[in-house]
């Protein structure tokens, strides 16, 4: 069992940067491709960024391209999302993922979620 923790959500203005970070508890994270998602109320989880066990690849949907930044540290045990630019439409609960496919969308591929981390973009 991988338990993820989140941090470093909270409240910005439009324009502006977060970095949140993700720490699993497995010894063996480095064998993990990692993702991030969100959810909005009353929206679907929807997912912004994976990253596979090396770092090699990523991948991002259009939304959030050229503006969101997943890597890793494995000696850290942490995988990060940088979020720059900021929009209000980013507000949204973001959860940490691992043991899907870094490219794929589908929730129910992924394996493990941490309970997540609130951010708000003022306007």
């Known amino acids: 069992q991988v338990q993820l923790v989140e941090s470093g959500g909270g409240l910005v203005q439009t324009g502006g940067s977060l970095r949140l970070s993700c720490a699993p508890s497995?010894?063996?994270?480095?064998?993990?491709?990692m993702g991030w998602f969100r959810q909005a109320p009353g929206k679907e989880r929807e997912f912004v960024a994976g990253?596979?066990?090396?770092?090699?690849?990523?991948y991002y949907p259009d939304s959030v391209k050229g503006r969101f930044t997943i890597s890793r540290d494995n000696a850290k045990n942490t995988v990060y999302l940088q979020m720059n630019s900021l929009k209000p439409e980013d507000t949204a609960v973001y959860y940490c993922a691992a043991g899907g496919a870094y490219y794929s969308g589908d929730p129910k591929g992924w394996n493990y979620w941490g309970q997540g981390t609130q951010v708000t973009v003022s306007s």
């Open positions: 497995a010894r063996t994270f480095s064998k993990y491709t």
């Open positions: 990253i596979t066990w090396s770092g090699g690849s990523t």
